[in-house]
C-alpha cells in the first residue's frame, strides 16, 4: 500500500518566517494530496489540497507544490502566526470509485515563535 | 452546517472489555472513515463504510468491527479489548469524490 513520510518532524519558526514541510509518497498512482492541520484536543482539519492535474496550488498564506516525478510534494507557509503552532499531516490516495481512503504521514510539529 | 460529531469524547475500559465508539457525518455525506490515531504512529486507516456496507479495511485484527446505519450513522466496536487499543479514534465523513472532514475524535483508554 501506499507509504506517505513526512520532514522534519519538529519545525520551530520565528513569527513572520515562512516554514515548509516537505513529503514523499511511494505509490505513483495516487492522485490526490490533501494536508491538514490538527490543533490540540481537536481533530484534523483540512487546509488545502492538490491533485496530480496541478503543479501548485495557493490559499492566502498556504500554498502547496507537488512534484510527480520524484513523488514528493510540500507545504509553504509564510508569514507564520502564533495560530499556526499545530501539528500538519499530509496525506495521499487514489483517487477511484468514491474511495477516498488516505494514507498519513506521521506529522510534523510546527511551533510559532513569537 | 454541523460537522462530524462523535461519542463519547472519552471512555476509559478494562483490559478484556468491550468498547462502542459513535459517528455523526455531515448532513448530506454518504461515507464514514475510522482512523485510529496512537502516540507517534500518525493515523492509522481502520475501516471505510459507503451506503451502510463495508467498503475496505485497514490492517488490523477482527475484533475491530463496526457498521453504518441507514441514516449513515456508524459505530465502532472493539471487542477484548488491549493495552496497546488506547488512543483516539477518529471519525471521518464525505460525499463521493470530495474531501474528509474529521471530528474531534474519542478518547480511548485502556487500563
Known amino acids: 500500500g501506499e507509504n506517505v513520510e513526512q520532514h522534519p518532524s519538529t519545525l520551530s519558526v520565528q513569527e513572520g518566517d515562512s516554514a515548509v514541510i516537505k513529503c514523499t509518497y511511494s505509490d505513483s498512482a495516487s492522485n490526490y494530496f490533501p494536508w491538514y492541520k490538527q490543533e490540540l484536543g481537536k481533530g484534523p482539519q483540512l487546509i488545502i489540497d492538490?491533485?496530480?492535474?496541478?503543479g501548485e496550488k495557493k490559499d492566502q498564506r498556504i500554498a502547496v507544490t507537488l512534484n510527480k516525478t520524484a513523488k514528493h510534494f510540500s507545504l509553504h507557509i509564510t508569514e507564520t502566526q502564533p495560530e499556526d503552532s499545530a501539528v500538519y499531516f499530509c496525506?495521499?490516495?487514489?483517487?477511484?470509485?468514491?474511495?477516498?481512503?488516505?494514507?498519513f504521514g506521521k506529522g510534523n510539529q510546527v511551533v510559532v515563535i513569537p | 452546517e454541523a460537522g462530524v460529531t462523535q461519542s463519547p469524547t472519552h471512555l476509559i475500559k478494562t483490559r478484556g472489555q468491550q468498547a462502542t465508539l459513535r459517528c455523526s457525518p455531515i448532513s448530506g455525506h454518504t461515507s464514514v472513515y475510522w482512523y485510529q490515531q496512537a502516540l507517534g504512529l500518525g493515523l492509522q486507516f481502520l475501516l471505510w463504510y459507503d451506503e451502510g456496507e463495508e467498503r475496505n479495511r485497514g490492517n488490523f485484527p477482527p475484533r475491530f468491527s463496526g457498521r453504518q446505519f441507514p441514516n449513515y450513522s456508524s459505530e465502532l466496536n472493539v471487542n477484548a479489548l488491549e493495552l496497546e487499543d488506547s488512543a483516539l479514534y477518529l471519525c471521518?465523513?464525505?460525499?463521493?469524490?470530495?474531501?474528509?472532514?474529521f471530528g474531534n475524535g474519542t478518547r480511548l483508554t485502556v487500563t
Open positions: 496525506a495521499a490516495s487514489i483517487e477511484a470509485r468514491g474511495n477516498n481512503r488516505l494514507a
Open positions: 492538490i491533485r496530480s492535474n496541478v
Open positions: 471521518a465523513s464525505s460525499r463521493r469524490g470530495s474531501p474528509l472532514h
